[in-house]
């Protein structure tokens, strides 16, 4: 029987790519995301290019209320769920504007603790499963100009270790993905530097590599490790008179 992989984000870029590489895998997927009827055409090319099952569900990251209703209704109980919902914002609109704080903040940590702690009750009772989390790099040191963002990702970035610190003791693996710079539609508008930048597709390969190792922590490109060590290593006083 097939495998069965629980897309949180089915318009994400990052998580398309990994949908593509689980299901040239074998895996079936299931697609979730708001207005879910939209998501068809990524169903078809899903099933016509891998030759696997594909679905599309109706999900709401904010609406944290309905989370155990939508994992419950689901057909088929995942094997691996992947968690790639999230949104940059605006830090400057953020730091006046608390809906849009919310919304970033409600993206990349409220709405994910919600759903994947449903998720991990679920895959504990089975004694297996893995959960990916596709977190930040943003999230190792507030920095003034994402701060909003990076302060959500740091949150899931420590959630989900110790997640996996809960779960060291079961078969269910936990892994967290710390993109750096990735081509998405969430960066067209900046100017990335490509020696730093991945391709949606290779963070999917990665990511594949990394579900199969069971390992716990994955930086897109190994560089980046290198990166946020200096980053975080910067002393304090030394930090706040940059601009970063």
């Not at 990076?150 to 892994?175: C, D, E, Q």
């Not at 716990?216 to 990166?227: E, P």
């Amino acid at each position: 029987m097939a495998k069965t992989l629980l897309l949180l984000g089915g318009r994400s870029d990052i998580g398309l790519a990994c949908a593509h590489e689980f299901a040239a895998q074998g895996f079936d997927i299931i697609l979730a995301a708001r207005s879910a009827e939209e998501l068809q055409t990524s169903v078809k090319d899903i099933e016509i290019r891998h030759g696997v099952k594909a679905f599309a569900a109706e999900f709401d990251a904010e609406d944290t209320a309905a989370h155990c209703d939508f994992y419950t209704s689901l057909t088929a109980k995942p094997d691996v769920v992947l968690y790639s919902i999230g949104s940059l914002g605006d830090q400057k609109v953020s730091e006046n504007n608390w809906s849009e704080a919310e919304k970033v903040i409600s993206s990349n940590y409220t709405g994910a603790v919600s759903i994947v702690s449903i998720v991990a009750n679920d895959l504990e009772s089975r004694n297996e499963g893995t959960i990916i989390g596709i977190s930040s790099v943003a999230g190792e040191r507030g920095r003034q100009s994402n701060y909003i963002y990076g302060s959500a990702k740091a949150g899931f970035t420590t959630f989900l270790a110790g997640l996996r610190h809960r779960l060291a003791k079961t078969k269910v693996n936990v892994i967290t993905v710390k993109p750096g710079f990735v081509e998405t539609k969430m960066t067209a508008e900046m100017e990335l530097p490509k020696p730093l930048t991945a391709s949606p597709e290779r963070v999917a390969k990665a990511v594949y590599k990394a579900y199969l190792s069971r390992k716990h922590t994955l930086y897109s490109l190994g560089i980046w490790r290198q990166i946020m060590f200096v980053v975080r290593s910067v002393p304090e006083q030394i930090f706040l008179k940059t601009k970063l």
